[in-house]
């Protein structure tokens, strides 16, 4: 192959790969460092994205606690009895800037009607950039100030557990994960994947 076939065949090869780059950071902004969907999860994978489970064969989500971007302290379960829906986000993530509106949206909506709505807010270097988020996008639901991750360590390998950033999870009122989403997601998606879990009785 000659030197100039061999540098256009690398620029096409660099090409691709920063169209595939681009794709992935479009889509999500990181991978989280736990696995799941497998095992016994018993999940449907949705067309629009999201991952449900049946009511019966729900595994538990863990309990949550720690300080808040806020500085208040905050556990789930204090909200057992509740629907509660987790959102793990990052100031430095464009697709989170892109969702947080809707959060504020529809949790403005179902507050009273026994739904609650906790961030996870993750590798930001200090609480500075968080509490500029919250205030941009009018963020009024607490969340966790996790910069290393742990928040989302707990969940347990073999669970629908947030794997990316963001990833939202709707938890029932039994304490357990009814579904769960790997992407930013619209304002009708979000009340899709609450709904049902909230008619729930």
């Known amino acids: 192959m000659s030197a100039v076939r061999r540098a256009r065949s690398r620029t096409a090869s660099l090409a691709l790969t920063s169209v595939a780059a681009a794709a992935l950071t479009l889509s999500a902004c990181s991978s989280g460092g736990t696995s799941g ?3 016994d999860t018993h999940f449907v994978a949705g067309g629009n994205g999201v991952d449900t489970v049946k009511r ?3 595994a538990a989500a863990p309990t949550l606690s720690g300080a808040t971007v806020d500085g208040e302290q905050l556990s789930t379960a204090d909200f ?8 793990v986000w990052g100031s430095w993530c464009p697709p989170c800037r892109a969702e947080a509106k ?3 949206t529809v949790h403005s909506d179902l507050k009273d009607q026994g ?3 906790v961030g996870i807010n993750t590798r930001d270097t200090s609480t500075t950039p968080a509490k500029a988020f919250e205030k941009e996008f009018g963020v009024t639901y607490p969340s966790l100030y996790d910069p290393t991750g742990k928040q989302m360590l707990r ?3 073999g669970t629908l557990n947030p794997q990316a950033i963001p990833s939202t999870l709707v938890i029932d009122r039994d304490g357990r994960i009814a579904a769960r989403a790997l992407m930013p997601l619209g304002e009708d998606t979000l009340r899709d994947m609450i709904k049902p879990v909230l008619a729930e009785k």
């Open 37 to 39: 969907g497998g095992g």
């Open 56 to 58: 019966g064969e729900r």
């Open 80 to 87: 057992k009895g509740k629907v509660l829906v987790v959102n």
């Open 102 to 104: 809707n959060f504020q």
């Open 115 to 117: 739904v609650q709505f």
């Open 155 to 157: 969940f347990g390998k």
